[in-house]
């Protein structure tokens, strides 16, 4: 792969169509339609890993995903002033957007996330493996359609397609966003049939011309039954593992799910010898508990942006020719810094994602996940039904309720429930049950 022709500003659905001229680069307008957008601001109210906040505040989608966003900014643009001296200056000129790509990217790798954290997108797998849904398989695989796309549902392949796919009334390519920027938010650049154990895959079957498109665009290599990443996944997953992982402790301090000794001391084993003398003498500088954690936590995100940094920049030639030895730039930091961030991991693990207000979203979602999904996607099997006219009434005109496939009436049953908010969900919820009514 070459940066020339990775850095492309050629936009989804309008290739032919001649822009004006613009002071902004169609990276920065990208992120500000990204911005914009109802999607976007939907996330204000999606579970990041904690109950959505009553009077303590702590992460949701949204503000994760401005968080990330930050980070992948500064690891753009940090590595495109590490490479551009080793380019020719049209090769330079294109590794400067570099920051405003990954930054665009950033903010839209969450958006295909269905409500109540990852638990949602467990539910819905569930519902399609264990619960009512798999009755449909039979009638999904006879008409050659992927069973897999929902068994191993997957928030990144969902993302890819709420910013691709033409819903109904809506503008050819979606988002219309770059080529790049849309490049740079698969993780997984395979179909969900080569998903495996994990279950993670890019983009589902509906979806997949489209990215053979842009990887056809981008110069991408397709190698052993899979695509080569777009070398900038790398630096909008490191935002995302950094911001996440170092996020996690200081909200579950918020919490007390972690005391103030133990965040501290896990924020304070990413620096060794003068670095840590130093962090540990600013720290103490302020008396306010949570702005010491606020410092450190800080303290440790500059340090992994830098180590990032670094692993991507001498990785750079193995990145091109899709040959990176470890599967993600955290994998390639210092020994010292891989340490402490396993630790804060396992501490996650054991303390954090075992809490019992984290276990509970995963029950309450599971149970309403199985119960809509049930509903909406009998209703659109059976339109006809006169509950079914009833419930088909309330699903925005957007999604295609009368797809002529299987396939596609799930999808639209997928489209509506994995687009909504943990508080509409319930509230839908409650509602279809009757287990709150209108004031009478």
């Known amino acids: 792969m070459n940066w020339q022709q990775l850095i492309s500003g050629r936009r989804l659905?309008?290739?032919?169509?001649?822009?004006?001229?613009?002071?902004?680069?169609?990276f920065q307008r990208d992120y500000d339609r990204l911005i914009f957008s109802a999607p976007f601001r939907r996330l204000q109210n999606k579970t990041q890993v904690f109950p959505l906040p009553g009077s303590i505040f702590v992460h949701n989608r949204l503000t994760h995903s401005l968080e990330v966003s930050c980070v992948g900014r500064s690891l753009g643009a940090n590595v495109a002033a590490r490479l551009a001296p080793h380019h020719d200056a049209d090769t330079a000129a294109a590794l400067h957007e570099m920051g405003a790509i990954v930054s665009a990217a950033c903010l839209a790798h969450d958006m295909g996330n269905p409500p109540f954290g990852h638990s949602g997108e467990r539910a819905i797998s569930a519902f399609f493996t264990d619960g009512d849904g798999r009755t449909l398989e039979t009638a999904v695989r006879a008409e050659g359609s992927r069973w897999e796309d929902f068994v191993c549902f997957?928030?990144?392949?969902?993302?890819m397609r709420l910013l691709t796919h033409r819903f109904v009334g809506r503008r050819q390519g979606g988002f219309a966003l770059t080529y790049s920027t849309l490049a740079s938010i698969v993780k997984y650049p395979y179909a969900s049939t080569l998903a495996g154990s994990r279950g993670k895959f890019g983009f589902f079957q509906s979806e997949e011309p489209t990215y053979l498109g842009i990887a056809n665009e981008l110069g991408i290599p397709h190698l052993d039954g899979r695509f080569a990443r777009h070398p900038l996944v790398y630096l909008v997953e490191a935002a995302d593992d950094?911001?996440?992982?170092?996020?996690?402790?200081?909200?579950?301090?918020?919490?007390?799910?972690?005391?103030?000794?133990?965040?501290?001391?896990?924020?304070?084993?990413?620096?060794?010898?003068?670095?840590?003398?130093?962090?540990?003498?600013t720290m103490m500088i302020v008396d306010d508990t949570n702005e010491r954690i606020?410092?450190?936590?800080?303290?440790?995100?500059?340090?992994?942006?830098?180590?990032?940094?670094?692993?991507?920049?001498?990785?750079?030639?193995?990145?091109?020719?899709?040959?990176?030895?470890?599967k993600t730039l955290i994998e390639s930091i210092s020994s010292h810094a891989a340490a402490a961030y396993r630790a804060c991991s396992e501490v996650a693990r054991q303390q954090i994602y075992t809490a019992g207000e984290v276990v509970d979203i995963?029950?309450?979602?599971?149970?309403?996940?199985?119960?809509l999904l049930t509903a909406v996607i009998d209703a659109?099997?059976?339109?006809?039904?006169?509950y079914s006219r009833l419930l088909l009434s309330r699903i925005p005109s957007q999604y295609d309720t009368a797809a002529p496939t299987v396939y596609g009436k799930i999808q639209c049953a997928l489209d509506y429930i994995s687009g909504m908010t943990d508080v509409y969900a319930l509230d839908l919820y409650r509602k279809i049950t009757g287990m709150s009514l209108p004031a009478v």
């Open 13 to 26: 659905g309008i290739e032919s169509y001649h822009e004006r001229k613009h002071e902004r680069t169609n």
């Open 154 to 159: 997957e928030g990144n392949a969902n993302a």
């Open 242 to 281: 950094i911001c996440y992982q170092v996020m996690d402790i200081e909200d579950a301090h918020k919490l007390r799910i972690l005391s103030a000794r133990e965040a501290i001391d896990l924020l304070l084993g990413f620096f060794e010898g003068q670095q840590l003398e130093h962090v540990s003498r």
């Open 294 to 326: 606020a410092y450190l936590r800080s303290s440790v995100i500059g340090l992994l942006v830098d180590e990032c940094t670094r692993a991507f920049v001498e990785g750079e030639a193995a990145l091109l020719r899709g040959a990176f030895p470890a």
């Open 362 to 371: 995963e029950l309450a979602g599971h149970r309403i996940f199985s119960y």
């Open 380 to 386: 659109v099997l059976h339109p006809t039904h006169a």
